[in-house]
């Protein structure tokens, strides 16, 4: 990495985080690709692990799924826009698309008995389960994640 | 990513390479009911070449799963590593199938 190469003076500052944006049209096709970029910029920053393989890249692709399904309505003309805030502690990332919102209270419990045979209606609980920290914005079109590089892991043995 | 369907001794494995999520779901959802369809009765899905998973890809396993008991048929799935083995846990669907730890496993429990 770039800022280690500064050997033989003063330790050198924290680099600052790292900002991009990525917008792309609402088809789902392009989510796999997404995912696979991001995962790519976090390995660089030594990230890895369940928190990468499961918690980042499932996390990523509900946020994109539920902005182009949920909040686009699948109108490939609509955009959903990623702003990213990376560092090697933490990515933090706002997806946000161009529709209505709507209330990320009202879902129920995909865990519960009565709801575990549903096909659907995993898709917040996932990505509240797998990001360490979910916002949304007032009106519910755009979501706030972060997930810090270390962590706890949802492992098995946790109970999670 | 593909889904490879291959026929031995009664039973349809399905392998999953790559990922199986809300782009491509349907097509394993298509895939594995054709079998049905066509008088299939015995279903063992391959997760050892998968990477990840969404909510969208256990959807679809969930609504196979009933498709295929509806017609007095099994489901298998096999090979989950350490992180899909978290999913299933997290969303409670690990009660939900019957999950073998190998291929040979899950083929041995028909």
């Known amino acids: 990495m770039s800022f280690l190469d500064r050997s033989g003076g003063p330790a050198p500052a924290a680099p600052e985080p790292e900002e991009f944006a990525l917008e792309l049209p609402s088809d789902l096709r392009h989510i796999e690709s997404v995912v696979a970029y991001l995962e790519n910029r976090l390995r660089e920053l030594e990230y890895g692990g369940p928190r990468l393989t499961l918690n980042f890249r499932v996390g990523m692709c509900e946020a994109l799924a539920n902005a182009m399904i949920y909040g686009n309505g699948r109108d490939a003309t609509k955009r959903v826009r990623v702003s990213v805030t990376l560092d090697r502690a933490r990515v933090s990332l706002m997806v946000s698309d161009e529709g209505a919102g709507f209330d990320p209270d009202c879902v129920p419990d995909p865990t519960a008995p009565a709801n575990r045979e549903r096909t659907g209606g995993r898709g917040i609980f996932l990505l509240r389960k797998l990001m360490d920290e979910v916002e949304y914005n007032a009106c519910g079109n755009a979501v706030r994640l972060v997930l810090n590089r270390e962590g706890p892991v949802r492992s098995r043995a946790s109970g999670e | 990513m593909s889904f490879q369907v291959s026929k031995s001794n009664g039973v349809v494995a399905v392998d999953v390479d790559g990922q199986l999520i809300v782009g491509n779901r349907q097509e394993l959802k298509q895939k594995v009911l054709d079998e049905l369809e066509g008088g299939e009765r015995k279903f063992m899905i391959d997760f050892a070449n998968t990477g990840y998973i969404d909510s969208s890809g256990l959807g679809v396993l969930v609504s196979l799963s009933k498709k295929i008991r509806e017609q007095n048929g099994e489901l298998r799935l ?33």
């Open chain 2, 78 to 110: 096999a090979n989950l590593n350490e992180d899909l083995r978290t999913l299933f846990e997290l969303t409670k669907l690990d009660t939900l199938f019957n999950i073998a730890d190998s291929r040979d496993q899950a083929l041995a429990s028909f």
